[in-house]
């Protein structure tokens, strides 16, 4: 095959992809775990006719994006500097891919395929800390309990500003990520800056297995009733398995009633939360509903006889999302259950990542997915029963500071501070970012409970403290108004 001809049948692979259920971000549905109904690719054919991710491609087809593999060819053989082949095809596809305009359909390189298939995996070697990208720089989020980061003493905040001796100057979370994980025996070590510390220090981290747990226990007693509480942090391939445990364990030890806890769950594999459901809706109503492009609906029902002999609810925030939504959906519609918190995220939409060929992966939206009353909740989210904000304080943004944040300064880092004495219970006298002169008064009064002095700057210390004391407030399921309001509704 020419060059011409292979550029064509990559192109047209690669846009007109259609076919069986493989890896979907959002709501993922795995290839050996497939929904009891059947899936459809917009084309008539069920999932079982194809099962390649990839549709045939026709003559018809191939000449529509002759233009493209013509563009292609007076690049690579006339541009007047040298220009990578590979790079040409991948801006195509990423080209096709932006016009879509579509936030959850994305190409990712083999790189960032590996990645996105771990991250719904059981668990990955490496050292067990969330990092993100903060103005450009690297830093620690949080290291998991008892992981290896935890015990070499990283701390939320940490930046790292090297890897392995090599500056991470240029490069891309992505890039950094891939550098700090590695096999389980091995180190890595990372050149920090951290807070209230002058010079950077060296921290070598020994790599290790690291577990996603998914599923939190917990119980609690009021009335005389005990309450089970299952968080769900995410749907990764487990998420079922852990859930039905968990649950078993909680319903062994006589509770009650149960909560079930999706706020700030982003998603995960449609089969996760299928399976979770079956335990908890009766086969009455479809749990949820799936829609092609041509309007066509499938619907999934659960085998289930009876309710649970307890109450349930369940808790959704703003950033409760696709798989967690599903969820939330069929607890209130199909299961009758009360949803307390706040209006979900609003994903409303399957996405499927299927093989290019070469290890790189094309991340499609698919269907769409409805509530069991065929409800459509894209943009829209998933509304609780019952309305609960929690304090102000628990959307508070970090602090990061160069230099100390004094009287008559304005920004945002003032306003982040300001919010954090707030909900500490010191009064800042306004939350609008201005250090005014009773801020200055808030922070000495912190400074002095406890025991820095008592400046009224917000030194690099100071936030530091701040940080501390607000994210062990916010860990305090007594400053949980919504958690509370469960359990007050459920133990009445």
């Known amino acids: 095959m020419n060059v011409k001809a292979k550029i064509i049948a990559l192109v047209i692979a690669v846009s007109l992809v259609t076919g069986t259920a493989g890896l979907a971000l959002g709501l993922m549905i795995s290839g050996d775990n497939q929904p009891n109904i059947p899936f459809t690719d917009g084309t008539g054919k069920t999932n079982d006719d194809e099962q390649d991710g990839n549709g045939k491609i026709t ?41 879509l305009d579509d936030p959850y359909t994305s190409y990712m390189d083999e790189d960032e395929a590996a990645q996105f298939v771990e991250s719904l995996s059981s668990s990955f070697e490496g050292i067990g800390a969330e990092v993100s990208m903060v103005n450009g720089k690297i830093k620690i989020v949080l290291p998991f309990k008892g992981s290896p980061a935890e015990k070499a003493g990283l701390k939320p905040g940490d930046q790292i500003v090297s890897i392995d001796g090599e500056s991470v100057e240029g490069l891309s979370l992505t890039e950094a990520v891939l550098k700090i994980r590695g096999k389980k025996g091995t180190d890595v070590k990372l050149g920090i800056v951290r ?197 102000e304080f628990f959307q508070t943004s970090r602090i990061f500071i160069e230099e100390k944040l004094t009287y008559d300064m304005y920004n945002d880092q003032v306003k982040s501070a300001q919010e954090m004495l707030k909900g500490l219970g010191f009064d800042p006298g306004r939350t609008d970012g201005y250090f005014s002169e009773k801020t200055v008064l808030a922070v000495k009064a912190f400074q002095e409970m406890n025991n820095l002095e008592p400046t009224g700057d917000i030194t690099v210390a100071t936030a530091g403290v701040l940080e501390e004391e607000i994210i062990e407030r916010i860990r305090n399921p007594q400053y949980d108004y919504q958690l509370q309001a469960a359990i007050q509704l459920i133990t009445k």
């Open 195 to 391: 807070q209230g510390v002058k010079d950077p220090i060296s921290i070598v981290v020994t790599r290790d297995t690291i577990p996603l747990i998914t599923v939190n226990a917990s119980s609690v007693e009021k009335n005389g009733k005990k309450v089970g509480i299952l968080e769900i942090t995410s749907f990764s391939a487990n998420t079922a398995a852990e859930f039905k445990k968990e649950l078993k364990k909680l319903e062994d030890e006589g509770i009650t009633g149960l909560i079930i806890d999706v706020r700030g769950n982003p998603g995960g594999y449609l089969n996760a939360v299928k399976e979770m459901l079956y335990e908890l809706i009766p086969s009455d109503k479809p749990i949820f509903q799936i829609e092609t492009r041509d309007g066509e609906r499938d619907q999934a029902f659960t085998t289930l006889k009876d309710k649970k002999p307890y109450p349930i609810i369940g808790l959704i925030d703003g950033r409760s999302a696709s798989a967690s939504e599903i969820l939330a959906g069929a607890l209130k519609e199909a299961g009758g259950y009360e949803i307390i918190g706040q209006n979900s995220f609003g994903k409303g939409t399957v996405q499927q990542a299927l093989e290019v060929g070469d290890g790189s992966q094309l991340k499609m939206t698919l269907y769409k997915w409805l509530t069991p009353d065929g409800n459509w909740i894209h943009k829209t989210g998933i509304e609780p029963t019952i309305e609960v904000k929690q304090p």
């Open 59 to 99: 003559e018809e087809q191939i000449s529509e994006v002759e233009k493209i593999a013509r563009v292609f060819q007076m690049i690579s053989d006339r541009y007047v500097l040298e220009v990578s082949k590979d790079d040409l095809i991948e801006g195509a596809i990423q080209g096709m891919v932006d016009k």
